[in-house]
């Protein structure tokens, strides 16, 4: 039996059993968010600051009475900032309401249609949070430059797209995803993109040290069925990746060879 205890993810000094992170957005309502979370086996959850309420509104259900705190690792995102000082404004608004939580989540759009990082702004953004005291996993593009530079400013996690968020294409660039994973000091983490379990096995088996998800989940027709299948996939991923693939050749090599067999 695999035992995650011995190869846990580790972000900003912390230690996870599950490589598998979640969002908590497009469930129907927040009984079937916290049965999707729960079969995923995630412990990192991603929350929408600026979409979701987590105190800032006192006359609405609060997200954190189905995620509490002490059970899960919140991790504030800012989805819908379109430029760094948004960006930056969502990020301290966070935690203030999370009582000082500095792990966070950064993402700032380029463009409305695609949902493409903003990567000038997103360098911004992250030079003036990390300044401030902030850690941070960064949203971005598969540039291995611009991963590069991310991790070398200080951010404690990398995330390049698979493809467009909520597009469910899968891994568009697996050169690209392999190179950042080969070079970075830091985790890399797959976000956005997937759209299913196969799609979340093939970034592990890529090297990725996880893979944050919602829409491949939440749109699912059976959302806590899909938990449990990234779940598994993401296990099964990153045991092939350790294991080592063998080599793809273009002929046949029989499984079992002819040479040394007895005829009669």
Same mark, same amino acid.
């Given at each position: 039996m695999n035992d995650t205890h011995a190869d846990p993810l580790v972000v900003a000094d912390r230690t996870f059993t599950s490589r598998l992170l979640v969002g908590t957005g497009k469930y129907r309502d927040m009984e079937e968010t916290r049965a999707a979370i729960d079969a995923s086996g995630a412990e990192i959850v991603t929350i929408a600051v600026r979409r979701t309420n987590i105190g800032q509104n006192a006359d609405e &259900? *609060? +997200?954190?009475d189905v995620l509490p705190p002490d059970q899960f690792t919140l991790l504030p995102n800012t989805a819908g900032c379109y430029d760094a000082k948004t960006a930056v404004r969502t990020c301290r608004l966070a935690r203030e309401l999370l009582d000082g939580h500095?792990?966070?989540?950064?993402? @700032?759009?380029?463009?409305?249609?695609t949902l493409f990082p903003d990567v000038i702004a997103t360098l911004k953004a992250a030079e003036e949070l990390i300044s401030d005291g902030f850690k941070l996993m960064v949203y971005t593009n598969d540039d291995p +430059?611009?991963? %590069?530079?991310?991790? *070398?400013?200080?951010? @404690? /996690? @990398?995330?390049? !797209?698979? /493809?467009?968020i =909520?597009?469910? !294409?899968?891994v568009r660039n697996? !050169? *690209? +995803?392999?190179t950042i994973v080969e070079n970075a000091k830091v985790p890399i983490l797959v976000d956005a993109g997937v759209g299913t379990a196969s799609d979340a096995a093939v970034a592990m088996e890529l090297g990725c040290d996880g893979v944050l998800m919602n829409t491949a989940i939440a749109a699912a027709k059976k959302p806590v069925l899909m938990a449990s299948a990234m779940r598994k996939a +993401?296990?099964? =991923?990153?045991?092939?990746?350790?294991?080592? %693939?063998? &080599?793809?050749? %273009?002929?046949?090599?029989a499984s079992s060879p002819v040479d040394g067999l007895f005829f009669d």
């Open positions: &259900p *609060n +997200i954190l500095d792990l966070m989540k950064l993402e @700032v759009l380029g463009d409305e249609k +430059i611009i991963a %590069r530079e991310l991790e *070398n400013m200080g951010c @404690v /996690a @990398v995330m390049p !797209l698979a /493809a467009p =909520g597009s469910g !294409l899968g697996k !050169l *690209n +995803i392999r +993401i296990e099964a =991923g990153r045991e092939a990746y350790l294991a080592g %693939r063998m &080599p793809a050749k %273009r002929f046949a090599s």
